[in-house]
């Protein structure tokens, strides 16, 4: 954990400490983890294709994670507009292994410690905020898939309502703990055009500019068109639509990419996901992903995915759900693919809809994939699930069974 990271939880921890009597202290969390076993050999070991960005999470999820966060509001002025601080820790751990703080095994660190400034009149009921912040942040939960995601150390200027729209901006120099060069992004997004009945559309850019002590380096944009349909045909429920294009260090598509990327490096992304509810038993998700990379140097890639879960609640308290995934990745030295399916009983205390809370899950995983999958495996990812080295060795298929907790609060 580097000397910035420890100074900036200490003045945050400080902050905190500082309560007035008429501002609780607001901690909240969640963690994930479980034990399973794989009809390989050892524990569970976790089905992602090559090229993929995302797998599909039920029965599909190989480590403990945990977020621990706290929030301080320290005044509450007269316009209203409130004026606290946020920090969230976290952990990551891998099966199997010993968290360090070096992350080659497991990753401990302060993902977000920002202070901010919220409903402010002046701004029409905007907010300022600054530090290091998970910022509009949107994904497929059933595939943990951040497509767009604005998250970074920085600051900025955060719905401003201007003629029914809201308007933001955000500067920051880094979003992720493995970038390894500063890069100035500019963040600008409106929200709010009212496009039909029950439906909205937001609009973001990104640009980054080259970084100064990198003169080989190149600069990028990116841009995403997102579309929310609410009670989509009838159901309760939303829609989601999303088109995305970058260039350069923008084919990160709303985060930091390789800035070593020119112009002539392209992707496009489009995505469609479907979350309902139709009873309070009865809920689930759908979702769809196409994306294309284009590269000068022919290591183009285009990725497919498409996959589903349907949840059924049995009671109030015990639910059975049912994921289907399949990847697709077209890649120079052929094909890939890989489908899996988990059946999963669970018990969900605070209810059966489809985002519980918290649940307790009992696990059946089955993957199958191709040859063309196992040998990107070999060669990216050795001894993964897919590989031939792997705890399934040159077989073409694998399983997991195993007692998953999900909870939050």
Not at 198 to 205: D, H, K
């Amino acid at each position: 954990m580097s000397s910035t990271t420890i100074k900036t939880g200490l003045v945050f921890s400080a902050l905190v400490a500082v309560q007035l009597p008429a501002h609780a202290l607001e901690f909240t969390g969640y963690l994930r983890g479980g034990l399973g076993e794989s009809s390989g050999s050892g524990s569970q070991r976790c089905f992602k294709l090559q090229g993929a960005q995302s797998k599909y999470r039920l029965g599909n999820e190989c480590e403990q994670y945990a977020e621990l966060s706290l929030e301080q509001e320290f005044v509450t002025l007269d316009d209203g507009s409130r004026v606290g601080a946020f920090g969230m820790g976290s952990l990551y751990n891998q099966y199997d292994r010993t968290p360090t703080f070096n992350g080659e095994r497991g990753e401990i660190r302060l993902p977000q410690a920002y202070g901010y400034w919220k409903n402010v009149a002046a701004l029409n009921g905007g907010s300022l905020w600054a530090g290091r912040r998970y910022y509009k942040r949107n994904d497929i939960s059933i595939s943990d898939f951040y497509y767009w995601n604005q998250s970074a150390t920085g600051g900025g200027i955060e719905n401003v309502e201007l003629g029914g729209l809201k308007y933001s901006l955000a500067f920051s120099r880094k979003d992720n703990f493995n970038q390894k060069d500063y890069v100035n992004r500019y963040d600008f997004n409106v929200a709010g055009f009212d496009t039909n009945p029950n439906g909205s559309l937001e609009v973001g850019v990104s640009y980054l500019d080259k970084p100064s002590n990198r003169p080989n380096a190149n600069s990028g944009w990116a841009l995403t068109l997102q579309h929310k349909q609410q009670n989509f045909m009838g159901w309760n429920g939303v829609n989601t639509i999303a088109l995305q294009r970058g260039q350069g260090p923008g084919t990160g598509l709303g985060s930091t990419g390789d800035n070593n990327l020119s112009s002539a490096d392209v992707s496009y992304r489009i995505l469609d996901f479907f979350d309902w509810q139709i009873t309070p038993r009865w809920g689930g998700q759908v979702a769809a992903v196409y994306q294309k990379d284009r590269r000068p140097n022919g290591d183009d890639l285009r990725w497919t995915s498409l996959g589903g879960r349907l949840v059924y609640g049995i009671s109030e308290q015990f639910k059975f759900s049912t994921e289907l995934g399949h990847d697709r990745v077209q890649a120079p030295g052929g094909t890939r693919q890989l489908s899996k399916i988990t059946l999963a009983p669970t018990w969900s205390p605070k209810g059966p809809q489809f985002k519980s809370p918290t649940e307790v899950r009992l696990f059946y995983t089955y993957a199958t994939w191709n040859r063309a999958a196992q040998q990107a495996a070999d060669r990216y990812d050795p001894d993964s699930a897919l590989s031939s080295t792997g705890a399934f060795g040159s077989d073409l298929h694998g399983s997991n069974i195993g007692l998953h907790i999900d909870h939050s609060w």
